[in-house]
């Protein structure tokens, strides 16, 4: 699956409150114009965020392909 931000500077917040995790992703101010400036916020119940992130976790530890050392 390509990024469709791969190329585009943007900034995200992650965020818990209560039941929700909160992720707010936004166009990077400095390089777009006030009026061309996105932003998303997702809220995700916090029990389901929980679940997708530790699923992921696992699919990433049995996946063959290891990280490359930085």
Do not use: C
């Not at 900034?11 to 818990?16: D, G, H, I, L, S």
């Not at 998303?40 to 976790?57: C, D, K, L």
């Amino acid at each position: 699956m390509k990024s469709i931000l791969a190329n585009h500077p943007f900034a995200w917040k992650f965020m818990r409150a209560g039941r929700l995790s909160k992720i707010v992703v936004e166009a990077d101010a400095e390089t777009a114009a006030e009026e061309r400036r996105r932003f998303a916020i997702i809220n995700i119940p916090r029990h389901q965020f929980s679940q997708a992130t530790g699923e992921s976790a696992r699919r990433a530890a049995d996946s063959p392909l290891k990280r490359r050392p930085y």
